[in-house]
């Protein structure tokens, strides 16, 4: 798994490999040199080819100048315009460019204009993941300049910043990043991910322990799930208890179900208003349907114990989707907070645990099995009082921490929280997946690997990764215009087939993500 940092831990571990007896030039040099493997490779070799480089006098720059001397030793002709003089290691980088036939000139735009015409590739080394605010003066019109070319940005494109992902002001856009050492926060969340390109992470020799923050891959998912055993049955495999659905929203409840099917569950036990059952007999013809008592074409709160005999034999209870607000809403789901259960709570679900929540804030900290809420950001307000800032995977941590329980903030680039800490960053996935009714096909995949066994964290933020590879092989099959919830159950054989192929990557120089969409 990819392990994502914070520009300050990323700074902890740089200074403890340096104080552990590597030289910050050494470092410098090794990130330099994988920055010039990649531009190599863009390039498509060395011969008759350009590159400009565009320097700050930070780190970031030392990293130019030394990508600049790798390229020109390679025989590339490197030009690089500097927009201050740097000090410390950058400073010692930049004397090793001037003595290796690197042409070094004042930063002036119609230098660079006239320059990067002519060039195949532009370094961005302006600002590195510390940067925060709006780039100013030539930074800003160094960052502006470089937006009509191809750009590889060297660790974050400049003007994003790396600990949420954000750019108020002039940001790069890169075709390709070079992460060093590890991927950082503002590489994984939106908008700075949305401007890296396709990235590649470099392992120059820092070692990093103390990550809180992964990127899962299909290798992951692979490894936390279940095995199938040759002589295995439906309650063995596991069992899925769901209520969920109301007069005039079957719908949610059917995505839910069906999804949980394709995922796997061994047996799902739907349960519904009894007004609506007709819809579900030849909607959901896998699933056993259990009328449940209603009113007004909504769930009452003895529906849960009339659930209780089938959910004897369930390992998870799903909640929610389509199940309409209102009291009696708050009151079906206080009592499956009572069921001896792990549960997954989303939709009119969460709306109604908010109400619960408001006497009894302690409630989901204290249950004997864990809890799994899958808010969008709207429904993260109910839950904590606020709309998720910018920096999504501390709002989903915080969260987890408030509430005691797992969270998997929705969205683009959807973060799991668990409730000591950890959090996954989901990139798959694309736009065409923003369809009413993709939630509920969330919420079943979840639940489902959840009574298989997976754990609430695990069967979170793998669940999310199997959604969003769905509806990836949707997209790339039909078109992500044309993306609907019911498509993505149908894709989720052939997300299991790819996961299935993974293979563990080892280099020391790796794309580990494709260009977000």
């Not at 709006?134 to 400049?158: N, T």
């Not at 949420?164 to 939106?190: N, R």
């Not at 596991?238 to 659905?245: E, F, R, S, T």
């Not at 199940?323 to 206080?334: D, E, H, I, K, T």
Request: charged fraction near 20%.
């Amino acid at each position: 798994m990819e392990p994502v940092l914070t520009p300050e831990e990323m700074r902890a571990a740089d200074e403890a490999c340096i104080a552990a007896g590597t030289p910050g030039t050494e470092l410098m040099d090794r990130a330099a040199h994988a920055c010039a493997v990649t531009a190599l490779r863009i390039l498509g070799g060395a011969y008759g080819r350009r590159v400009v480089v565009v320097a700050g006098k930070g780190n970031n720059g030392g990293d130019g100048y030394g990508c600049a001397r790798h390229l020109a030793q390679a025989g590339v002709r490197a030009t690089v315009f500097m927009l201050d003089e740097p000090s410390g290691d950058a400073a010692v980088h930049l004397e090793r460019a001037r003595r290796s036939h690197v042409r070094i000139e004042r930063w002036s735009r119609e230098g660079f204009a006239r320059e990067a015409t002519r060039s195949d590739l532009v370094v961005d080394a302006v600002f590195g993941t510390g940067f925060r605010g709006e780039p100013e003066g030539v930074a800003r019109e160094a960052i502006e300049a470089m937006s009509a070319q191809r750009v590889l940005a060297v660790d974050i494109p400049s003007g994003v910043n790396g600990t949420d992902g954000s750019a108020p002001g002039a940001a790069v856009d890169a075709a390709v990043t070079v992460a060093i050492q590890a991927l950082k926060v503002g590489h994984v969340t939106p908008p700075g991910a949305f401007r890296c390109g396709r990235i590649d992470v470099a392992d120059i020799g820092i070692p990093v322990h103390d990550a809180r923050t992964f990127v899962p891959g299909p290798r992951d998912v692979l490894g936390v799930l279940p095995e199938i055993k040759p002589d295995t049955h439906k309650y063995e495999v596991g069992a899925l208890g769901v209520i969920a659905g109301s007069a005039g929203m079957t719908g949610a409840a059917m995505l839910t179900a069906t999804a949980a099917i394709r995922a796997g569950a061994g047996l799902v036990v739907l349960g519904v208003p009894s007004s609506t059952l007709e819809v579900f007999e030849s909607g959901v013809v896998e699933a056993i349907k259990v009328p449940l008592p209603e009113a007004e074409g909504q769930l009452e709160a003895k529906a849960v114990d009339e659930m209780a005999d089938r959910l004897q034999r369930c390992r998870a209870l799903a909640i929610g989707p389509g199940m309409g607000r209102g009291p009696r809403a708050v009151a079906v789901v206080r009592c499956a907070l009572d069921v001896d259960l792990p549960l997954v709570i989303d939709g009119d679900g969460l709306w109604a645990l908010a109400e619960i929540l408001r006497d009894e804030p302690d409630l989901l900290r204290n249950r004997p099995h864990e809890t799994v809420l899958t808010p969008h950001g709207g429904e993260y307000a109910f839950l904590t009082g606020e709309r998720p800032p910018a920096d999504r995977v501390s709002a989903a941590r915080d969260a987890a921490l408030e509430l005691g329980a797992v969270v998997h903030l929705k969205g683009r680039r959807a973060v799991t929280a668990s409730r000591e800490g950890g959090t996954w960053v989901n990139t798959s996935g694309n736009p065409g997946a923003a369809t009413g009714g993709t939630g509920d096909v969330l919420t079943g995949i979840v639940a489902s690997l959840l009574a298989q066994g997976c754990g609430g964290v695990a069967s979170t933020w793998a669940g999310a990764y199997l959604h969003g590879l769905a509806s990836d092989i949707v997209a790339a099959r039909s078109g992500a215009r044309s993306l609907a919830a019911s498509d993505l159950p149908r894709a989720l054989g052939a997300a299991f087939k790819i996961v299935g192929r993974s293979t563990p990557r080892r280099a020391r120089l790796r794309t580990v993500l494709e260009p977000a969409r």
